[in-house]
């Protein structure tokens, strides 16, 4: 984080005696440092004001109504707080889908991360003008309408469509995914793919060739060089990348929604049924907030590992 | 830059290249063929049954669709809007000041970026039951939700990217322009108007064009924000989608297509801008100070 000193003349400048400006002195200083945080402090303050009406306190009641217990007709009775909605986390209907949302997540940033190394090394060893357009063409996807996208495998992997007239005419039989876990899986890549190519590749681009060429030239192979030059040193780039795909991974909606048939395939979704359906508020309020825990534990790493800003 | 170490011509340059050229594919394969098939004259979604405009027609016919079409424009706009401002004063407090309370806002910004979708959506939603409960207990005010809570919910997201974007730029700009400035006598607001302002204008066109597409596809938090009266245009197509596929949506699916890569396509371009000041790539996130440009 920069910051500015204060913007006040603190030597022999051109505020300094005969100018007309007042003298600098410690007490000059220390006001006119207090100015600055008042005028700092009031240019923050709408968002502040704002992030904390619309954000802290829905996060506040989140977590009061994760305490609650639901009453027989589908309400929330708001009175004697309790932790009945976190030990139902460990039900079996509960745990399994906690388990099949990080075993799914996993599995989609594994495919990520392996599809999109080799990838972003081939981007990021390109001449600068190649590298730009390769990238402006990973950006597009990365901005385009996520729904939109999801969709799009929905008409190619639904019934007569593209997949299975590819599938029969490579004579494998007509194949049908959609609806299971793979169909999913599937969309959760193609969504969250570019989070994986961005980090990698910045992190591999700054990479210093040399070193590289060092390894090469100790006789070492190219496996070698990649298992102990290249990819300990991209270290921090298959972090960032594994971090921001397994997150929003793991609390999918809008795919499982699409590709997984609606049923509760994934945490993400089982929420949302708890809110809209099963009209069991505390139940969807603790899997919020567990999922939240997760997801700025998987954030405080990744500071720590020296990432940047997101 | 690093160098490649695959020689040319080598098994490993191919495969490189090949890897490449398939990831291309997987992007961009699914969106030309659902352009393809919005315009294909058959009752399912993925065949191709001959050309027609038809899909389109029922679009522009559907006045359900149109409304959640113009209530999308008009959040998108209005959340932009009050984003961008609120955003903007937050990214230079943080950057340009020191002050009281400022590690506990900082984080506060960041934390809409970082939450889930669903979890974001959780919030609103309980938050704007309960709302509307106090509302009416306490006012008799008869609150519903709507245009009001979606955009009021979109503005809760934005202002934390826009502040993200602006301060990128922020942090890669020259400070002593400033200090220039105001050793030159030109007071506070001088020296923002006419040395910061324009500084950092593609920062600030950058964090609103993310905003408004932002807003523009956004799914979750809309549906828990937004009540049985008026809603999204992604949020009615997702309900569609969930009733049943019909080419119908293929269509409607590529207008929005159109309207996310619109979007990009100026992003790219105000990017671009700043790339041509600074002689930065555009894998680079603006955090040098851009010395080339004085």
């Known amino acids: ?310 | 830059m690093i160098g490649g170490t695959a020689r040319p011509g080598s098994v490993t340059a191919w495969a490189l290249s090949g890897t490449a050229w398939v990831v291309y594919a997987f992007f961009y394969a699914p969106i030309v063929l659902l352009v393809v098939f919005s315009f294909s004259d058959d009752r399912n979604v993925g065949r191709w049954g001959g050309f027609t405009l038809s899909w389109y027609e029922q679009f522009i016919d559907h006045s359900q669709l149109q409304n959640s079409l113009w209530v999308s424009i008009r959040v998108a706009l209005l959340s932009t809007a009050i984003s961008v401002v609120l955003g903007t004063l937050a990214a230079l407090a943080l950057e340009r000041f020191r002050f009281r309370g400022q590690r506990v806002f900082d984080a506060l910004l960041y934390l809409p970026i970082i939450i889930p979708d669903v979890t974001m959506a959780v919030m609103m939603l309980l938050f704007f039951s309960e709302g509307i409960r106090i509302a009416e207990l306490l006012f008799g005010l008869d609150l519903t939700k709507g245009f009001t809570t979606i955009t009021i919910s979109h503005i809760a997201f934005n202002i934390s990217f826009v502040s993200v974007v602006v301060r990128a730029r922020l942090s890669g700009m020259n400070e002593q322009l400033e200090e220039a400035a105001l050793d030159l006598y030109a007071n506070r607001w001088r020296s923002f108007r006419y040395v910061t302002l324009p500084q950092i204008a593609p920062g600030i066109a950058g964090g609103a064009l993310l905003a408004l597409t932002l807003s523009l596809d956004d799914v979750v938090v809309t549906q828990f924000a937004s009540g049985p009266g008026s809603t999204t245009l992604p949020v009615f197509v997702f309900g569609m989608i969930r009733r049943g596929v019909t080419p119908l949506i293929n269509a409607v699916s590529v207008v929005m297509l159109a309207a996310s890569i619109v979007l990009v396509i100026l992003s790219l371009v105000t990017q671009r801008l700043r790339t041509g000041e600074t002689g930065r790539s555009l894998g680079d996130r603006p955090r040098r100070r851009s010395d080339s440009s004085v």
């Open chain 1, 1 to 310: 984080m920069t910051l500015t000193a204060p913007p006040l003349p603190t030597g022999p400048g051109p505020g300094g005696a005969g100018t007309g400006l007042p003298e600098v002195t410690p007490e000059f200083e220390r006001a006119a440092a207090r100015a600055d945080s008042r005028r700092g402090f009031l240019m923050s303050l709408p968002a502040y004001v704002y992030l904390v009406l619309f954000f802290t306190i829905p996060f506040g009641i989140v977590v009061v109504y994760s305490l609650a217990t639901r009453n027989t007709i589908g309400g929330t009775d708001l009175a004697g707080w309790n932790l009945d909605s976190y030990r139902r986390l460990a039900e079996p209907i509960v745990r399994d889908i906690l388990f099949r949302s990080v075993w799914i997540a996993m599995l989609t940033t594994l495919i990520c991360l392996v599809v999109a190394y080799p990838f972003s090394y081939f981007i990021a060893t390109r001449t600068p003008t190649i590298r730009n357009i390769l990238l402006v063409f990973v950006m597009i996807p990365f901005w385009t309408n996520f729904l939109v996208r999801n969709y799009a495998w929905r008409v190619i992997l639904g019934s007569d469509g593209p997949f299975a007239a590819v599938t029969e005419a490579l004579g494998v039989g007509r194949q049908e995914i959609l609806f299971t876990h793979s169909a999913v899986i599937l969309g959760l890549v193609y969504g969250y793919l570019p989070f994986m190519v961005l980090p990698l590749y910045a992190a591999i681009e700054r990479i210093d060739g040399s070193l590289i060429e060092a390894g090469r030239d100790l006789y070492a192979s190219g496996a070698q060089t990649f298992w102990r030059v290249l990819l300990p040193l991209s270290m921090p780039g298959v972090l960032a990348g594994s971090i921001l795909v397994f997150v929003p991974s793991l609390g999918a909606y809008v795919t499982p929604q699409i590709l997984g048939g609606g049923k509760s395939t994934m945490l993400g979704s089982y929420i949302v049924v708890q809110f809209l359906t099963a009209r069991n508020w505390p139940l969807g309020a603790s899997l919020s907030f567990v999922l939240m825990t997760v997801m700025l534990t998987a954030t405080l790493i990744y500071f720590r590992a020296g990432g940047r800003k997101l």
